[in-house]
T-cell receptor
Framework: GDSVTQMEGPVTLSEEAFLTINCTYTATGYPSLFWYVQYPGEGLQLLLKATKADDKGSNKGFEATYRKETTSFHLEKGSVQVSDSAVYFCALRDNDMRFGAGTRLTVKP | DAGVIQSPRHEVTEMGQEVTLRCKPISGHNSLFWYRQTMMRGLELLIYFNNNVPIDDSGMPEDRFSAKMPNASFSTLKIQPSEPRDSAVYFC??????????FGSGTRLTVV
C-alpha cells in the first residue's frame, strides 16, 4: 500500500544553518504530498503541500518540490531559527492520509 | 473559524472505565479522521468518515474501540473498557475534498 519514509531524527542544527529533511514515498496512484509540523503539546499543522509532479510547496521559508522521478518530497529551509524546533511529518494523500514517522528538529541559538 | 475542537484536552481514568472523546470538525468539511499518537507507534489512523459514513475502520485496534458520527458537526471515539495501553494522544482531523487536513489540539488520555 501507499507509504511514506522520512529520515530519522533527531536533527540538531545551529541557528541560521541549512535544513534538509528527506522524504520518499511509495504510491500506486498520483497522491498529493504534504509536510506537517507539530509543536510541543499541539496538534499537527499543515506547513506546505504539492498536488502534482514538479509542484513546489512553500511557506514560512520552507520549501519542498514534488519529484515524481525520484518519488521524493524533501523539505528544505535556507536558514533555520530556534522557533522552527518541532517535529516535522511528511505525508501523502490518495484516499486517506499516510504519515511518516516524524523527524524531530532542534535548533540551538 | 474556531478550527477542529476536541474535548476534553486531558483525561485520566482508571482501567476498566469507559472513555468518550469528542470532536467538532470545521463547518463544511466532509471528511473526519481519528488518529492515535504514541512514541512507539507514531501516528496511527484509527477510522475515517466521509459525509458522516465510516469508510475505513481497519485501524481500530479492537472491539473495545468504537466511533460514531451522528451528524456533520460531531463525532465521538469511545473506549470501553479502557486499558493502560490505550494511553496516548488522540487527534481528530477534518478536511474538505483533497485539501490538507486540519487537526484538533488532541486529547491526552492516561489510563491508570
Amino acid at each position: 500500500g501507499d507509504s511514506v519514509t522520512q529520515m530519522e531524527g533527531p536533527v540538531t542544527l545551529s541557528e541560521e544553518a541549512f535544513l534538509t529533511i528527506n522524504c520518499t514515498y511509495t504510491a500506486t496512484g498520483y497522491p498529493s504530498l504534504f509536510w506537517y509540523v507539530q509543536y510541543p503539546g499541539e496538534g499537527l499543522q499543515l506547513l506546505l503541500k504539492a498536488t502534482k509532479a514538479d509542484d513546489k510547496g512553500s511557506n514560512k521559508g520552507f520549501e519542498a518540490t514534488y519529484r515524481k522521478e525520484t518519488t521524493s518530497f524533501h523539505l528544505e529551509k535556507g536558514s533555520v531559527q530556534v522557533s522552527d524546533s518541532a517535529v516535522y511529518f511528511c505525508a501523502l494523500r490518495d484516499n486517506d492520509m499516510r504519515f511518516g514517522a516524524g523527524t524531530r528538529l532542534t535548533v540551538k541559538p | 473559524d474556531a478550527g477542529v475542537i476536541q474535548s476534553p484536552r486531558h483525561e485520566v481514568t482508571e482501567m476498566g472505565q469507559e472513555v468518550t472523546l469528542r470532536c467538532k470538525p470545521i463547518s463544511g468539511h466532509n471528511s473526519l479522521f481519528w488518529y492515535r499518537q504514541t512514541m512507539m507507534r507514531g501516528l496511527e489512523l484509527l477510522i475515517y468518515f466521509n459525509n458522516n459514513v465510516p469508510i475505513d475502520d481497519s485501524g481500530m485496534p479492537e472491539d473495545r474501540f468504537s466511533a460514531k458520527m451522528p451528524n456533520a458537526s460531531f463525532s465521538t471515539l469511545k473506549i470501553q473498557p479502557s486499558e493502560p495501553r490505550d494511553s496516548a494522544v488522540y487527534f481528530c482531523a477534518s478536511s474538505l475534498g483533497w485539501k490538507g487536513y486540519t487537526f484538533g489540539s488532541g486529547t491526552r488520555l492516561t489510563v491508570v
